[in-house]
């Protein structure tokens, strides 16, 4: 539950025993030609980018349009990785923007080869 001071927005696919193969639906050119539409557009947005457990942190200054422009990479993100889970929060005082993707062992690394 969010607490007072900050704003959390969630997303979850995360697969169930019934998923298909955790991986990217669309081929190498369809990637490319969505690059910075998709995750890997955020790597050279973010301010900062670490690895979680499951995934990776996506840290962003806060500015005008930001949290639309993510929402939208969440959602496109979900047609073709829909094993993926997101979680999107903000901190107080425009502070900065947090985007967690998750999913399965190894989507950190999925991710990055991306």
């Known amino acids: 539950?969010?607490?007072?001071?900050?704003?959390?927005?969630?997303?979850?696919?995360?697969p169930t025993a019934?998923?298909?193969?955790?991986?990217c639906k669309l081929s190498p050119e369809?990637?490319?030609a969505r690059r910075t539409d998709l995750?890997?557009?955020?790597?050279?947005?973010?301010?900062r980018v670490t690895d979680l457990p499951d995934g990776l942190r996506f840290v962003f200054e806060n500015r005008p349009g930001l949290i639309a422009d993510l929402a939208m990479v969440v959602e496109r993100e979900q047609?073709?990785?829909?094993?993926?889970?997101?979680?999107?929060?903000?901190?107080?005082?425009?502070?900065?923007v947090t985007l967690d993707v998750t999913g399965p062992a190894g989507?950190?690394?999925?991710?990055?080869?991306?």
Request: with cysteine.
């Open 1 to 14: 539950m969010p607490t007072p001071d900050r704003t959390t927005i969630e997303a979850s696919t995360r």
């Open 18 to 23: 019934v998923s298909p193969a955790a991986t």
């Open 30 to 32: 369809q990637l490319a």
């Open 39 to 47: 995750i890997p557009g955020l790597f050279g947005r973010a301010e």
């Open 79 to 96: 047609d073709c990785c829909s094993f993926l889970a997101f979680r999107l929060a903000t901190e107080p005082n425009a502070g900065p």
């Open 107 to 114: 989507t950190a690394e999925m991710l990055r080869k991306l």
